[in-house]
Structures are given as structure tokens and as C-alpha cells.
């Protein structure tokens, strides 16, 4: 941020110039300026267009940063042909006030007047004191907010599976977190190899976009690992249900939405496919001649609702070339666009794209078409052609 947004409360009805430098490892640095008249303050501030230091001011935040409290700067003349910070905007003085948080020093904030405003009382003193305490709080929000966020992408990247080699099969997945703290949660996609030759693709979606729906989807997914495993000849319909009993009584989650999907090679080099739907948007499937459909069956309602309703499992044979896609509804759904829309857009999108590389195709489809509002994922399979 280059300027201080909402200038009206402090620039300049407080002061005619506002500046913020923060600490960092190297004493301080230049975070953000505000200025009452446009032009006078470089819209950046590195190191070719940012002012010099005037003495007074180094001196005032030198003492700030090791612990001084509000400095009050009566301004020197400025000499012909200098260029520094106070110079430009003709101060005649300066309130340096700490921004500090338990004692913490996080910053300091520089406010100015020139000789045409009247002189800073101690009222005004005091107010930029309230100023730099809110700021501090702020600060320490947005710390709070970026630490949570990194903590959530960690554990979803850590959780999310590296795709095993399959013969015969190309994998691909893409994930892709929210731009927003508030916005890092439960999405998640799995590969596990089954017996036969066989494989489990799995895609997923915990209620709720926090560290702990974070938490709850690493639970749900290694359980559901686990039931594919353990009864692999069951139906995905019938492993889901099992997953769905065993979230009521564990309470692994609140709500979840699921694909479970069961891919087996047959020796004609196509590859049959059962699957079930619990309230997740449909798997796409892309063939070689550029037709996609979506594949509607094996479709019932989202995991935590009616844990002892029976699940449907739908089959369909994947032809050599086809493309498999399963995705979270980031992609496809947001704020300012219907699911509609959206399975529309991925449909035309997927089928112009198809003759990408499989990696290349998810994150085209990640780029272009996800809300980076909402966390997107996206698992894919394809089938060779035949030679």
C-alpha cells in the first residue's frame, strides 16, 4: 500500500502529512504516506523516487524504535536545494508517535503541519496516540489473520496426497487457496491405489473456511481412506455410507460434500468407472472428439445430513482419450456467479483446453474460471488413446 486509505480522519483533519514506517530486521522501513495535496509525495517510495530523511526525523524515530515515547519535532529551515521528507512538505513541525502493541515496538507514525496550519496541541497529541494504539491493533489483526492462513494452506498442503504412479492412467491435481484468511478451510482430493489394478479418486469439501474445517477434512479424509481400504470390494456408494455413519458418531465434521470414484482397467484399454455423489457438483468427463458431459447418476444428499440413508453408486465406461475431472465448487461457483453459470463456463472452457497436458488443464481451469475467494481443487484423470 502506497497511501493511507480513508485520508478524511486523519489527512487533514489531524495533519497535512501522514507517513507509517514499520520495524523489520533492518531497524524500520517506509510503509505508507499520505498527503492533503496530490503530487507532492511519490505514488512509490523506493529506493530511486522516495525523499531523503531529514536529520530530526531519524533522530525522533531512532529514539522511538528504542523504546522513547511521542516525539514533538520543531523543524529547521530547510536548506536551498534539499529534497528530504520534511522538506517536500514544507513541515514546520512533527508528531513522531510509536504504534506499540504489549510493549512492542511495531512501528511509528510521523504526522506534519506546515506554517499555514496551526500548531499541534496537546489534544492533538493525544489523538494521534488514540490513532497509533488502533493502528497497532490492526496491525496485529491482519497478523493474527495471515498467520491463521498460512497455517490452514500448510496443513491442507501437507494433507494433500502425492498421486501415485498408475499404468496405463495419467494423474493430474491443482490446489489452490484462498486469497483470504477467512476464506482457508476444507477442500481436499485424494488417489489411492485398490486392489486388481484398481483406483480410488476421491474429491471433498468441509462445511466452513477456517483452521478448523482445516482440521475436521484431515479427519474425514483419513477415515475415508481407511473404509476404501479395508472393504474395497464394496460399491463407493456403500463406503460413503459407511463414512457417513461413522461422522455422526465420531463427529468428524459438521457437513461435507464427496465424490467417491472407483476406476478399473479393462483389457480393451478403456477403463470402467463406478461412483456416488454426496451433494458434491458432478464429475466432467471430457472425451477425445471434444463432446463433455457431465455424469448426473450415483447423485444423493451431502454427508452429516441422514447418515443411515443407502447411497446410490452409478457406472459408466471411460473410452480411450477421455478426461476425467473432479472439482470443488470454487471453481465453478461464487458470489457474483450461479452454479449454473458456472458448470457452463467449465464445460466450454474444459472442452477448448482439452488437448492441453493434464497439469497444464487443471491450472488453466484453476486460472481462469475459480473465485480466488474460495479455495480451488481439482482432480483429473486420462485415459490413453489406443495405438
Given at each position: 500500500?502506497?497511501?493511507i486509505?480513508?485520508q478524511g480522519?486523519?489527512v487533514?483533519?489531524?495533519?497535512?502529512?501522514a507517513?507509517?514506517?514499520l520495524a523489520?530486521r533492518?531497524?524500520?522501513?517506509?510503509?505508507?504516506?499520505a498527503?492533503?495535496a496530490?503530487?507532492?509525495?511519490?505514488?512509490?517510495?523506493?529506493a530511486s523516487?522516495?525523499?531523503?530523511e531529514?536529520?530530526?526525523?531519524t533522530?525522533?524515530l531512532?529514539?522511538i524504535f528504542?523504546?522513547?515515547g511521542?516525539?514533538?519535532?520543531?523543524v529547521?529551515?530547510a536548506?536551498?536545494?534539499?529534497?528530504?521528507?520534511?522538506?517536500?512538505?514544507?513541515?514546520?513541525?512533527?508528531?513522531?508517535?510509536p504504534i506499540?502493541l504489549?510493549?512492542?515496538?511495531?512501528?511509528?507514525?510521523?504526522?506534519?503541519?506546515?506554517?499555514a496550519s496551526p500548531?499541534?496541541t496537546?489534544?492533538?497529541?493525544?489523538?494521534?496516540e488514540e490513532v497509533a494504539?488502533r493502528t497497532?491493533?490492526g496491525?496485529d489483526n491482519t497478523r493474527?489473520?495471515?498467520a491463521?492462513?498460512?497455517i490452514a494452506a500448510?496443513?491442507?498442503r501437507?494433507?494433500?496426497?502425492?498421486?501415485?504412479?498408475?499404468?496405463?492412467?495419467e494423474?493430474?491435481a491443482?490446489?489452490?487457496?484462498a486469497?483470504?484468511?477467512?476464506?482457508?478451510g476444507?477442500?481436499?482430493y485424494d488417489?489411492?491405489?485398490?486392489d486388481?489394478g484398481?483406483?480410488?479418486?476421491?474429491i471433498?469439501?468441509?462445511?466452513?473456511?477456517?483452521?478448523?474445517?482445516?482440521s475436521?477434512?484431515s479427519?474425514?479424509?483419513n477415515?475415508?481412506r481407511?473404509l476404501?481400504?479395508?472393504?474395497?470390494?464394496?460399491d463407493?456408494?456403500?463406503i460413503?455410507?459407511?463414512?457417513?455413519?461413522a461422522?455422526?458418531?465420531?463427529?468428524?465434521a459438521d457437513?461435507a460434500t464427496?465424490?467417491l470414484a472407483?476406476?478399473?482397467?479393462?483389457p480393451?484399454?478403456?477403463?470402467?468407472m463406478?461412483?456416488s455423489?454426496?451433494g458434491?457438483p458432478?464429475?466432467?468427463?471430457?472425451?477425445a472428439?471434444g463432446?463433455?458431459?457431465?455424469?448426473?447418476?450415483?447423485?444423493t444428499?451431502?454427508?452429516g445430513?441422514?447418515p443411515?440413508?443407502?447411497r446410490?453408486?452409478a457406472r459408466?465406461?471411460?473410452?480411450?482419450?477421455?478426461?476425467l475431472?473432479?472439482y470443488?465448487d470454487?471453481?465453478?461457483e461464487?458470489?457474483t456467479?450461479?452454479l449454473?453459470t458456472?458448470?457452463?463456463?467449465?464445460?466450454?472452457?474444459?472442452?477448448?483446453?482439452?488437448?492441453?497436458?493434464?497439469?497444464?488443464?487443471c491450472a488453466r481451469?484453476a486460472?481462469?474460471l475459480g473465485d480466488?475467494r474460495?479455495?480451488?481443487?481439482l482432480?483429473?484423470?486420462r485415459i490413453?488413446?489406443?495405438r
Amino acid at each position: 500500500m502506497s497511501r493511507i486509505r480513508g485520508q478524511g480522519p486523519l489527512v487533514p483533519r489531524l495533519a497535512d502529512t501522514a507517513v507509517i514506517d514499520l520495524a523489520d530486521r533492518d531497524g524500520y522501513r517506509h510503509s505508507a504516506h499520505a498527503h492533503h495535496a496530490a503530487g507532492v509525495l511519490p505514488e512509490s517510495w523506493d529506493a530511486s523516487s522516495a525523499p531523503a530523511e531529514h536529520p530530526l526525523h531519524t533522530k525522533a524515530l531512532a529514539g522511538i524504535f528504542q523504546g522513547a515515547g511521542t516525539q514533538h519535532v520543531k523543524v529547521s529551515p530547510a536548506t536551498a536545494g534539499e529534497r528530504d521528507l520534511f522538506t517536500l512538505v514544507e513541515a514546520e513541525e512533527a508528531l513522531v508517535v510509536p504504534i506499540r502493541l504489549h510493549a512492542l515496538t511495531i512501528g511509528a507514525l510521523t504526522l506534519t503541519r506546515a506554517p499555514a496550519s496551526p500548531p499541534f496541541t496537546e489534544a492533538d497529541r493525544v489523538l494521534a496516540e488514540e490513532v497509533a494504539r488502533r493502528t497497532a491493533l490492526g496491525l496485529d489483526n491482519t497478523r493474527l489473520h495471515a498467520a491463521q492462513a498460512d497455517i490452514a494452506a500448510t496443513l491442507q498442503r501437507a494433507l494433500l496426497t502425492d498421486l501415485p504412479a498408475v499404468e496405463n492412467l495419467e494423474l493430474a491435481a491443482h490446489y489452490q487457496p484462498a486469497q483470504h484468511a477467512a476464506e482457508i478451510g476444507g477442500d481436499w482430493y485424494d488417489a489411492l491405489p485398490l486392489d486388481h489394478g484398481d483406483l480410488a479418486l476421491v474429491i471433498g469439501d468441509v462445511t466452513g473456511h477456517d483452521i478448523q474445517a482445516a482440521s475436521r477434512m484431515s479427519e474425514l479424509r483419513n477415515m475415508l481412506r481407511a473404509l476404501a481400504v479395508d472393504r474395497p470390494e464394496e460399491d463407493p456408494g456403500q463406503i460413503l455410507r459407511r463414512l457417513d455413519t461413522a461422522q455422526a458418531r465420531l463427529t468428524l465434521a459438521d457437513s461435507a460434500t464427496a465424490i467417491l470414484a472407483r476406476l478399473h482397467p479393462a483389457p480393451d484399454g478403456t477403463w470402467d468407472m463406478a461412483w456416488s455423489v454426496a451433494g458434491h457438483p458432478p464429475p466432467l468427463l471430457l472425451t477425445a472428439d471434444g463432446n463433455a458431459t457431465y455424469l448426473a447418476g450415483g447423485h444423493t444428499i451431502l454427508l452429516g445430513v441422514h447418515p443411515t440413508r443407502d447411497r446410490p453408486t452409478a457406472r459408466t465406461t471411460l473410452p480411450p482419450g477421455a478426461t476425467l475431472i473432479l472439482y470443488t465448487d470454487g471453481l465453478v461457483e461464487s458470489r457474483t456467479q450461479g452454479l449454473d453459470t458456472g458448470m457452463t463456463r467449465l464445460r466450454r472452457h474444459a472442452t477448448t483446453h482439452r488437448h492441453l497436458p493434464l497439469t497444464q488443464l487443471c491450472a488453466r481451469l484453476a486460472r481462469d474460471l475459480g473465485d480466488d475467494r474460495d479455495d480451488i481443487t481439482l482432480i483429473a484423470a486420462r485415459i490413453p488413446t489406443v495405438r
